[in-house]
Nanobody
Framework: VQLQASGGGLVQAGGSLRLSCRAS???????????MGWYRQTPGKEREMVAV???????DYEDSVKGRFTISKDNTKRTVYLQMNSLKPEDTGVYYC?????????WGQGTLVTVSS
């Protein structure tokens, strides 16, 4: 199983991006069992949680993105999304998707988001 992240890019402050992370070769029953999340890493800082969604679709967000970012998932497409609106320069970083369940911790390759002021 591989996680393929996409959707990053360069955007001006106030703009929007949607990140996607698709789990290739994962059967639906496996996908249902994972909690998923998006994490951000910037130079000199540890990777931090941005948004997570449980197998039961409960969500949680880092305080600075509440009201601006939305995490969601599409079971039929084996994909988790992060809709990012009202982007700020401080949202800049490499975003990684993560699928986690007992005995399994999967990471995507990272996608760069750059927000210019």
């Amino acid at each position: 199983v591989q996680l393929q992240a996409s959707g990053g890019g360069l955007v001006q402050a106030g703009g929007s991006l949607r990140l996607s992370c698709r789990a290739s070769r994962m059967i639906l029953s496996e996908f249902w069992g994972y909690s998923m999340g998006w994490y951000r890493q910037t130079p000199g800082k540890e990777r931090e949680m941005v948004a997570v969604i449980s197998s039961g679709r409960e969500t949680d967000y880092e305080d600075s993105v509440k009201g601006r970012f939305t995490i969601s998932k599409d079971n039929t497409k084996r994909t988790v999304y992060l809709q990012m609106n009202s982007l700020k320069p401080e949202d800049t970083g490499v975003y990684y998707c993560n699928f986690k369940r007992q005995g399994s911790d999967l990471w995507g390759q990272g996608t760069l988001v750059t927000v210019s002021s």
